[in-house]
């Protein structure tokens, strides 16, 4: 009502007081695209900045990426989300596929191809992509459970890294993800039976031919 009046301090204050009860996502940015239409961009990116600070967690830092790249159109600032959620948010939160992925894709969509696949080829050695069949790992990297959703964006990760690969990589950037395709059918194939000599001879072909 006060923003319809045009009374914009009073609606700010109203926000203000609605911040005061710790809402949800939804609440900040509504907070923030109302700075926005008021053109005071500056504005909306500190209220977008307390959100995430109020909860700092993988959603938060991700919403406020999302939200600075399609609305803020501040890509830097995008840039520094990505960064300080793999670098500050607690191991737990940071190993989220979805951080990687995003991350990725938003490098990606900038035409920062090497960049994109930086980012890729880190999340395939932290959280060991590809080693094992993906579906099938019980276990994070702390050997806490995985849950389903997080086996399913990982998934969804190791398959958008090897699309990428196909859609920018060279020939050496192939030939790298079909490595690790080959590393992980032999690991499951020895790992299911230790007595499969040909896995075994096949497995240490590989590692000869192509190990570094």
Same mark, same amino acid.
């Given at each position: +009502?006060?923003?319809?009046?045009?009374?914009?301090?009073?609606? $700010?204050?109203?926000?203000?007081?609605? +911040?005061?009860?710790?809402?949800?996502?939804?609440?900040?940015?509504?907070?923030?695209?109302?700075? @926005?239409?008021?053109?005071?961009?500056?504005?909306?990116?500190?209220? +977008?900045?307390?959100? @995430?600070? *109020?909860?700092?967690?993988?959603?938060?830092?991700?919403?406020? /990426?999302?939200?600075?790249?399609?609305?803020?159109?501040?890509?830097?600032?995008?840039?520094?989300?990505?960064?300080?959620?793999? #670098?500050?948010?607690?191991?737990?939160?940071?190993?989220? %596929?979805?951080?990687?992925? +995003?991350? %990725?894709?938003?490098?990606?969509?900038?035409?920062?191809?090497? $960049?994109? $696949?930086? !980012?890729?080829?880190? /999340?395939?050695?932290?959280?060991?992509?590809?080693? #094992?069949? !993906?579906?099938?790992?019980?276990?994070?990297?702390?050997?806490?459970?995985?849950?389903?959703?997080?086996?399913?964006?990982?998934?969804?990760?190791?398959?958008?890294? @090897?699309?990428?690969?196909?859609?920018?990589?060279?020939?050496?950037? !192939?030939?790298? @993800? !079909?490595? #690790?395709?080959?590393?992980?059918?032999?690991?499951?194939?020895? %790992?299911?039976?230790?007595?499969?000599?040909? /896995?075994?001879?096949?497995? /240490?072909?590989? *590692?000869?031919?192509?190990?570094?």
């Amino acid at each position: +009502m006060e923003e319809m009046v045009g009374d914009v301090t009073k609606c $700010r204050a109203a926000f203000e007081r609605w +911040m005061d009860w710790h809402p949800d996502d939804a609440a900040w940015l509504s907070y923030a695209r109302f700075e @926005v239409r008021c053109k005071q961009l500056e504005k909306a990116k500190e209220v +977008m900045k307390r959100y @995430v600070n *109020e909860y700092p967690c993988a959603k938060s830092f991700l919403k406020l /990426a999302k939200w600075a790249e399609w609305e803020a159109k501040d890509f830097s600032l995008a840039r520094k989300v990505y960064e300080s959620a793999l #670098t500050d948010l607690e191991p737990e939160e940071a190993r989220q %596929a979805r951080v990687f992925k +995003m991350f %990725a894709s938003f490098e990606e969509r900038q035409g920062e191809y090497q $960049r994109a $696949r930086v !980012i890729y080829r880190h /999340a395939v050695k932290l959280l060991r992509l590809g080693e #094992t069949s !993906i579906t099938s790992r019980q276990v994070d990297e702390d050997g806490e459970e995985l849950s389903n959703y997080e086996k399913g964006k990982r998934d969804e990760l190791y398959q958008s890294y @090897v699309a990428f690969e196909k859609k920018h990589g060279d020939r050496k950037g !192939i030939e790298d @993800v !079909i490595l #690790t395709k080959q590393r992980a059918e032999y690991n499951q194939r020895v %790992a299911t039976d230790p007595l499969d000599y040909d /896995a075994w001879f096949e497995f /240490a072909k590989l *590692e000869e031919d192509h190990g570094q």
